[in-house]
Every structure is written in C-alpha cells, then in structure tokens.
C-alpha cells in the first residue's frame, strides 16, 4: 500500500475541501481525491453562497478557522445583507460567486497547501479490517493506506440525471457518476437511500432583453463574509416573474414532467421546490418572482433563479420564452434533476464518524444536506474530527446553543429525512445569540485552542469583544440629564419619550426609534467601527430578550451534559415501545440529543431526564 496518510478525503466539492483544509490546517498529512481536478469546489447549481441561515453557517465556518468564507470573498460578483430592515436573528449576507475564479482559487489553495496531496483518482473501495479503516482503493488499482477516512461525494454516487422521460447515469453538470464506491459501501452494512435535487436552464447572456428588468444592485455599506468593506462596481441580478401564461404552459405538460411520469424519487428539496412543484402546490398563483443572475464574468452564462425544472427541452424553450426578458433566450443547458445514493445520518456520530465503521467520516450532500453552505459546516467538523483520531485524541462536539452547525448536525444524526435538509433560521430556536454579527464572540476561542485559529484572529475576536464589553460598560455608567435642551432634541428630533431623571445611554439605545450614533448629540464619543456598532445595539436592544433565550440555552446545555453512552432504556418507566425501539436505534449521544427527537411524545423526555439523573446520583453513591 502507498505512503501513509492521516486522512484519506474522498471528493473535493465544498464538503471535502473544507476537511480537506481542517485536518491539514491542524497538522495531519491529507491525501485529497477527486474524479476530475475541474470538479474542485465545482458549483453545480446556483453559485450564490449564503442567505438566511446558510450565511449563518459561513460566518460560523470563518470563526471556526474555515476558509469558505475567504474563498468568497475573493471571488464574489455581488454581495448584499438580505432582510436588513428586520431583526438581528435573520439578517444574513448573500454572494454570487464567479464559480470559475471560486474553483481556480480553492484548486490553487489546496495545491499550496504542504500537508495536503491532491491526486485526481476515483476512489473504488474502502479498505476496511473489521476494527477500523485501513484505507482507499482507487480506480487504477492502486491503494493508499491512512488512519482515517472521510466520504464527501456529493451527489456523485449512483447518479441519474432526469430530463423528461429521459432517465441516464450521470453526475453533476454531466460528471460521470461513480458506482464502484457506493457499492464498497453497502458491502460496510451501511444504509443507503436515495434523494434527488434540480437545476434550473442557463441562458446565453446575449439574448436576455434587460430592458424594462428590475436591476438588484450588490451593496457596499455592509461587511463581507470575513468583515472586508465590499469592493465598488459588483455585477447586478435582475428580477422577472412568471405569468399567467407560464403558469398555463407548466400546467398543459404537467402530465410530462417526472414528478408526474414518477421516473424520479419524490424526495427533494422542500425549500428549493421546482417550478412545476410550485404550479402543482400552488395552481392559482400566477406570479412567481425569477431572479437571472450572472454566473461568471469569465462567460455569459446566466442562472434562472426560480425556474428549476427537470421537464422535457421543448416545454423548457416554452417556459423561458414566456418570461419577460427572456422572450428570445437561448438556452445553453438544459434544466436537470439529479437523483443519487445519500446515508441516513442516524448512524453517524456528532463527530461525522459512522458508528458501524470506526474510522469512516462522511459530510456534505451524501448525508443528506443540500448546500455549499451545509456541506462545508460538516466538512470542517468531518477534518477537525478524523485529524484527532489519526492523533488518538477525543472527538470535538459543538452544543445547540453554540451554533446553527451544531442545530444541523444534531438534526441530521437524530432524525430519519426522506428530503434533503436545509438550513434557514427557524432551524433554531435560539437564533437570536445564533447571529451572524457574533459568530467569533460564540466560536473563534473554541477553534484557537483546537489549533485550527491563528494568534491574530483570535487576538482580534478578543480585543473586539473587550471593547464592547467596555463601551457597554461606558454606556451604562454615562447618563444624561433631563435638559431643556436635551428632552427637546429627544422628543422632537429623535421622536422618543423624555425622562425626569438622569438616564444611562445605555437605557436611551435600548429604545427601538434611538440609534448608536444618536447619542453623539449628548457628548456621547462613539466607536466607529461598522460591526462593533452593530454589536454595540444588538446587545443594547434585545437584552431582555437575550436574557429570557438565556434560560432556555442554560437548560439545552443542562441536557447537552447528561452524555449517556450505553444506556439501558429498559429501566425507564413509561416510555411507549415506538421509543424505546427508536431509542436503543438511535443510541444518543446525551439527553440532549433526544430532546429533539421528533418521534419522541409528550411527557417522555423528563422521564428520561429523571431516570438518568436518577442513575447519575446512584452511580455517583456506589
Ligand atoms: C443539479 C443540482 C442542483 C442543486 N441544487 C441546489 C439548490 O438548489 N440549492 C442548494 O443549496 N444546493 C443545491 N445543489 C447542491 C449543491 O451543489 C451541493 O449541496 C454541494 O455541491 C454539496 O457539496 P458536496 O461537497 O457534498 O458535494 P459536491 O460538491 O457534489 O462534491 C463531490 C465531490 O466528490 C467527488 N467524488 C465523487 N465520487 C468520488 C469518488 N468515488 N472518488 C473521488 N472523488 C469523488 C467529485 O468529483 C466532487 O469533487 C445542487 C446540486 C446539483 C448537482
């Protein structure tokens, strides 16, 4: 067997070049495969990273010492904040990337990187001794040996690409699909299924009409992924919708689209549904908004936000050229589904690593996630656990209140999907501390002490944190005094309550109509920095709030700390045989893990709380 790697990373999409990165980045030697070197970080699919939860994931990679983030700040077409006239918790930027300088960027950073080796090769076999893995076999018959291995294949393995009534082996973009591995995998007892996601046509740049188009402009008064002010002249999105008539020629041919021929998993993605799923949701809604978003300034291609579809060419060609601006569209690629083996993330760890297969990590699409976004979260988690095994040191786990990558994560590994899961902001209900604008404050001292954040971010994190901590400080010891002058401005100018007695600027910023830079007015000095003020207000205006979540958190963290190991469930009292059969299924991690159990019913998760408090107290008597 060839040389003797740490970790073996199987795949170099965004899943596993984020591992790829982690475990090296901590020290392991990564041996990095993929089919082809130009399906590196390849987007298949709209190259747009972040939004409402998923631009809360790549701020939270950042601050675990992630490289996403970077990677999209250094080739990004538009960025903006999406929802900013609303609350903290949903506010989330969003960036269409150029996938052709994302791709030459990542490739060009892996291949810089000294402890990783990137070899293109697709990988065939799992080498496995019945104890652990031992490494992977590749298609050329060669094997390369190692302490750990990590699955990130996307929607490689088993791929069908849909089109109509056409149904044919195929990857991602017309990849080929890889088949020898998923096989090496069921032969590991490992449980398959199968999910499906879909991509809208591309349009040939040239023959968009964007007269009398909605221009969508990138922002420059925000902060970019890693707090860089924006650069000027972004590429713009344009806004469109169906009509009547859209939704008329969707509707004719509804009974030629695969969700109707069946010859497709029903399984997609709930929160990305195509356009002939919404016509069958939704049949009297005629106005359905379509964003056409440039895809690199390296080619003319252009991405129809809205319309994903996998129906037959001829009523693709009918779709797009009822769309205003698009009435002479051609299309360049036809829209596709794409149908793929992925694991029931139940027999995973919150490591990543497969209970069955001591050694084995999977991440990204092949768990069952969709998203650049969702796989880079596991990836990283993935790299940072499979290089502490190869260096037989205990595994890194992240708490619910921590995160929205420990929400998904502990989603994922609890909870059977027959759909693809995504990640928004009601995937947790703490997403009021989950916000993008404190990420560092929550997780960048966790990753400086697993040696994955350099002296300088975490000196930076801190020092920011100081300084708000102080300002805050500041703010509720200064008060104003109940002037003439003062109340006036008050009332009239800031359209706010006077007060009879001194009061702190710290109670004056917590009140909705008074904003940070406000209190200038009263002598107050004030920092400048864009993000610390965001900070400054957030923690000002919604500390009650903050301090009601923080109960809450207290609590989920209580339940987070009853680990239980082998558990006997038997000795429980009261629980239905439906649970004890998904408990000693499941074999949880703590009590905290099935208190998000969905097949859990009322009453049972304090009986288990009990019993294992219970037990606690004996075991701690005897
Ligand atoms: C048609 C389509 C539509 C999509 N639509 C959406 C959407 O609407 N919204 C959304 O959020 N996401 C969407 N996605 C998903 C998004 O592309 C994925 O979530 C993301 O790419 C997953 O990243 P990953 O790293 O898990 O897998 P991928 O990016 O797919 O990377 C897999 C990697 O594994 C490699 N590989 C596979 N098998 C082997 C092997 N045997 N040996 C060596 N290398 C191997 C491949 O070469 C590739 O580098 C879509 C994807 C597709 C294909």
């Known amino acids: 067997m060839k040389n003797n790697y740490d970790v073996i990373v199987v795949g170099a999409g965004h899943a596993g070049t984020e591992a790829a990165f982690a475990a090296a980045n901590m020290g392991s030697k990564v041996l990095l495969l993929v089919t082809n070197l130009s399906c590196i970080a390849m987007m298949p699919c709209n190259p747009s990273v972040g939004g409402p939860g998923k631009g809360h994931l790549i701020r939270e990679i950042h601050a675990l010492g992630g490289v996403i983030a970077k990677h999209v700040d250094e080739s990004y077409l538009q960025i903006r904040e999406l929802n900013e006239s609303r609350g903290p918790a949903v506010r989330a930027l969003r960036a269409q990337a150029d996938k052709v300088l994302y791709h030459l960027i990542v490739k060009k950073a892996i291949e810089e990187h000294e402890n990783i080796t990137l070899l293109q090769a697709e990988a065939t076999d799992i080498l496995y001794?019945?104890?652990?893995?031992?490494?992977?076999?590749?298609?050329?018959?060669?094997?390369?040996?190692?302490?750990t291995v990590i699955l990130a294949t996307g929607t490689f393995l088993n791929g069908k690409i849909i089109i109509g009534d056409q149904k044919n082996p195929g990857g991602p973009s017309n990849e080929s699909p890889t088949h020898l591995l998923a096989d090496s995998i069921q032969k590991l007892g490992i449980k398959?299924?199968?999910?499906?996601?879909?991509?809208?046509?591309?349009?040939?740049?040239?023959?968009?009409?964007?007269?009398?188009?909605?221009?969508?402009?990138?922002?420059?008064?925000?902060?970019?992924?890693?707090?860089?002010?924006?650069?000027?002249?972004?590429?713009?999105?344009?806004?469109?919708?169906t009509n009547d008539k859209t939704i008329q020629i969707i509707k004719d041919n509804l009974d030629i689209s695969p969700l109707k021929l069946g010859n497709i998993t029903q399984h997609g993605p709930k929160h990305c549904p195509s356009i002939d799923r919404k016509v069958i949701n939704f049949p009297d809604k005629d106005l359905h908004q379509i964003f056409i978003e440039p895809?690199?300034?390296?080619?003319?291609?252009?991405?129809?936000?809205?319309?994903?579809?996998?129906m037959p060419p001829h009523v693709q060609e009918l779709i797009v050229h009822s769309i205003e601006g698009l009435e002479n569209a051609r299309i360049v690629r036809y829209g596709y589904a794409i149908e793929y083996d992925a694991i029931q993330g139940t027999q995973l760890k919150k490591s990543m690593e497969l209970k069955s297969v001591p050694g084995l990590y999977t991440c990204g699409q092949i768990n069952g996630t969709s998203g650049y976004e969702e796989a880079a979260a596991q990836g990283l988690i993935a790299g940072i656990n499979a290089h502490l095994a190869s260096h037989k040191k205990d595994p890194f786990v992240l708490k619910r209140t921590s995160s929205f990558i420990a929400n998904m994560i502990d989603e994922l590994v609890t909870n059977e999907r027959n759909e693809p899961l995504r990640v928004t902001t009601s995937s947790s209900e703490f997403r009021l501390h989950l916000r993008t604008d404190n990420a560092e404050e929550r997780l960048t001292k966790i990753a400086y002490d697993l040696g994955l954040v350099k002296q300088a971010q975490y000196d930076q994190t801190t020092n920011n944190h100081k300084l708000i901590q102080k300002e805050i400080e500041a703010m509720h010891q200064q008060k104003v005094r109940p002037t003439k002058e003062n109340l006036a401005h008050i009332v009239n100018v800031l359209k706010s309550d006077g007060f009879k007695k001194p009061t702190s600027f710290a109670e004056l910023l917590s009140r909705n109509e008074i904003n940070y830079k406000d209190l200038e007015h009263f002598g107050h000095t004030c920092v400048e920095d864009p993000l610390l003020i965001r900070k400054i207000e957030i923690q000002l205006k919604y500390q009650n709030f903050l301090d009601k979540l923080k109960k809450k958190m207290d609590y989920s963290d209580h339940l987070d700390d009853m680990i239980?190991?082998?558990?006997?469930?038997?000795?429980?009292?009261?629980?239905?045989?439906?649970?004890?059969?998904?408990?000693?299924?499941?074999?949880?991690?703590?009590?905290?893990?099935?208190?998000?159990?969905?097949?859990?019913?009322?009453?049972?998760?304090?009986?288990?709380?009990?019993?294992?408090?219970?037990?606690?107290?004996?075991?701690h008597c005897s």
């Open 129 to 147: 001794n019945g104890h652990q893995v031992t490494g992977v076999k590749v298609i050329t018959g060669l094997s390369y040996s190692c302490k």
């Open 192 to 241: 398959i299924h199968r999910l499906q996601t879909a991509t809208p046509p591309r349009i040939d740049g040239k023959t968009i009409n964007f007269e009398g188009l909605r221009a969508l402009e990138g922002h420059e008064h925000i902060q970019t992924f890693t707090g860089l002010s924006p650069r000027a002249n972004q590429r713009n999105c344009y806004l469109t919708y």
């Open 295 to 310: 895809e690199s300034d390296f080619h003319n291609e252009w991405y129809l936000q809205g319309v994903t579809t996998s």
């Open 564 to 619: 239980l190991g082998d558990y006997n469930y038997e000795s429980i009292q009261g629980l239905s045989s439906e649970t004890l059969n998904e408990l000693n299924k499941l074999q949880a991690y703590s009590v905290g893990q099935i208190s998000i159990m969905k097949t859990l019913k009322p009453g049972e998760l304090s009986l288990i709380v009990n019993s294992y408090k219970k037990s606690s107290a004996t075991s």
